[in-house]
Structures are given as structure tokens and as C-alpha cells.
């Protein structure tokens, strides 16, 4: 009887200097019947001349290899591309700058092949420093709490639930049950969010205990710019694509009004915070009208405003 083919899309922009390493790692995994999809977004580097010489290393392996070039449209533009090419009994997904351990897959299929009702198995993975992959700093599950729920839903919606895309396998078949059309928002980022709220809505996810995947953060990943205006940013587009990617889960009234409060409150607190440390009024009485209309005050949120109203208080408090 043959494997249960695994199908992994790997999006990919301007990753000529790192795509090697996450192609020999699907090269080296131990399970044998795989399908890698290679989505070019729009590169400007040597990326395409890079993923084409592992062409004939695919074909000796005898895993099906899928190239796919289209113009840059971001993150889910490109796991869109790779979902309508895919024919996997299971679906992985993994950042170009990433890799696998070489059991990851296997482990994976083995356990989700012997538990049918599962739709998402979740490793956990190293995260380790470019330039320095044999040395993990710490795993992804450190500081999450509740890896062990079944139900990863609400965790997720409050980012709190691991969010490393190659960490995850999904059942195909249980996937296409909430995507018939196999597209999910188009989000330039986020590409977790939409694919797993819908799979945790309805099934269960399991955590496999045992990190199987790298996940690789460079200096300035470690380093980000920390702007009132970036961090302000993100709010907007984290939320815009929580709030589609929630449209499209089909759920009961009731459920889809917390979550969708649950969203409200989260973004306006953060843009709450965001607004008291850059002094930001307008955005801190906006973000605490929300709060008070959602029903959702803390005592710190009147501190927050105050505070965004008032530098002195901020620099009486030393922030």
C-alpha cells in the first residue's frame, strides 16, 4: 500500500542566499513520498536558478517537484498559488529561510495516519540565529501556555497558540471542508492565521512534543523597528485579516460575536499601549472608546489614556 503523499508549499521572495538549505532538508527526510511547491513571488535575486538546480535531486529522491513563478503579491498570494497546485493526502507549509529535522515529516504522518479525527498535528521547533543553526536558543513552545488543548482555537486568537508555520501538518481532507475553493485571504503575512483558525474551529489539533522544525530569526528579525507607526501598522493589518479570515468560519452567532469582540479588545489594547509610550492622542481616545464600547476596561486602560494625553506622567513613571 503507498504513503500518504505529504505536499509542503514553500513561498519564497528574493531567497537565493537561503532556499538551499530548506530544499536539502525536504531532500533529507526520511518519509518517502513527498511533493514539494516552490512558489517564486516575484523574485529579483537568483532565486529561480537556484530552486531549478534541485530539479534532477528531486527526481532521484522520486519526489514530485512544482515550480511556480508568478508576480510578488506576498505571503498568502503565494500560498494561494501553491494550494491550487497541491495533491497531498497532508499539507505543510514553511518559510524559505527555515528547515526540517530529517524525521519531522514521518513522525508527523505517522501520528496523524493513526488518529483519523485529528485535523492538525504541531511539532515544536528550535529557534536558532543565522549563521549559528546547530546552536538553539530556546524552542517556540517556551512561554506559550496550554500546548497540550485539543483546541487551539481561541489560544490562536489571542497569540497564544504556536505560530511558526513550518511547525504544522494538515489534514488535506479536512482542509478543502473549509476551503472548497482552496484560497485563503490574501494577507501579505499572517499565513497561520488563515490557514488554521478554520481547522481549529472544527477539529482537534494535537502537539507532538519534540521539536522537528528550525526556525531561523536574523539580527534584524531580532531587531525590529519598533516605531509607534510600524507597531500601529501591524495592528491594522493583523486585524483586518483576523476579521476576514473569521468571516469565512462557519459558526454559530454567538461564537462568532466573542470572537469577533475578542478582536476588537485585543487590537484596541494593543493600540492603547502603542499610543501611551508614543503619546498618541487621538489613537489612545480611539482605541479607549472601543474598550468602553465593548465593555472591556481595566484600570490600566485609564492609566494608558491619561497617560497618552499627559508626557508628564510618562515621565514621572519612567516609560
Excluded at 9 to 25: Q, W
Excluded at 45 to 58: C, I, K, M, N, Q
Excluded at 126 to 155: C, H, L
Aim: hydrophobic share 35%.
Amino acid at each position: 500500500m503507498e504513503k500518504a503523499l505529504v505536499s509542503i508549499i514553500t513561498p519564497c521572495y528574493n531567497g537565493a542566499a537561503v532556499i538551499g538549505r530548506m530544499i536539502e532538508s525536504v531532500l533529507a527526510q526520511t518519509y518517502d513520498n513527498i511533493e514539494y511547491i516552490l512558489v517564486n513571488d516575484g523574485s529579483k535575486d537568483d532565486t529561480e536558478r537556484v530552486v531549478l538546480s534541485y530539479r534532477e535531486r528531486f527526481e532521484q529522491r522520486g519526489y514530485r517537484f512544482l515550480y511556480v513563478k508568478q508576480e510578488n503579491g506576498g505571503l498568502g498570494a503565494a500560498i494561494n498559488a501553491g494550494l491550487r497546485v497541491f495533491t497531498g493526502d497532508y499539507l505543510c507549509w514553511a518559510d524559505a529561510d527555515d528547515f526540517y529535522a530529517p524525521t519531522s515529516v514521518e513522525k508527523r504522518v505517522t501520528w496523524m495516519e493513526a488518529h483519523p479525527d485529528y485535523g492538525v498535528i504541531t511539532s515544536d521547533a528550535y529557534i536558532v540565529k543565522e549563521g549559528a543553526v546547530d546552536q538553539p536558543i530556546r524552542t517556540v513552545s517556551s512561554g506559550v501556555p496550554d500546548n497540550e488543548n485539543e483546541a487551539q482555537f481561541w489560544n490562536l486568537l489571542n497569540g497564544e497558540s504556536i505560530f511558526t508555520p513550518g511547525a504544522h501538518m494538515a489534514r488535506a481532507s479536512m482542509f478543502t471542508e473549509q476551503y472548497p475553493d482552496r484560497q485563503i485571504y490574501p494577507a501579505r503575512r499572517g499565513q497561520d492565521w488563515q490557514l488554521l483558525l478554520p481547522m481549529y474551529y472544527h477539529y482537534k489539533r494535537r502537539f507532538l512534543n519534540e521539536p522537528l522544525f528550525y526556525y531561523v530569526v536574523s539580527d534584524n528579525s531580532m531587531s525590529r523597528d519598533d516605531s509607534a507607526e510600524k507597531a500601529l501598522f501591524r495592528c491594522d493589518e493583523h486585524e483586518d485579516i483576523l476579521r476576514h479570515t473569521l468571516a469565512g468560519i462557519e459558526m454559530p452567532a454567538a461564537d462568532r460575536e466573542k470572537a469577533e469582540r475578542q478582536v476588537r479588545v485585543n487590537y484596541a489594547r494593543r493600540r492603547l499601549s502603542v499610543a501611551y509610550r508614543s503619546g498618541k492622542k487621538d489613537v489612545a481616545a480611539a482605541a479607549y472608546r472601543q474598550l468602553k464600547q465593548d465593555r472591556a476596561l481595566r484600570g490600566k486602560d485609564r492609566v494608558y489614556l491619561f497617560g497618552a494625553k499627559h508626557p508628564w506622567l510618562r515621565r514621572l513613571a519612567g516609560k
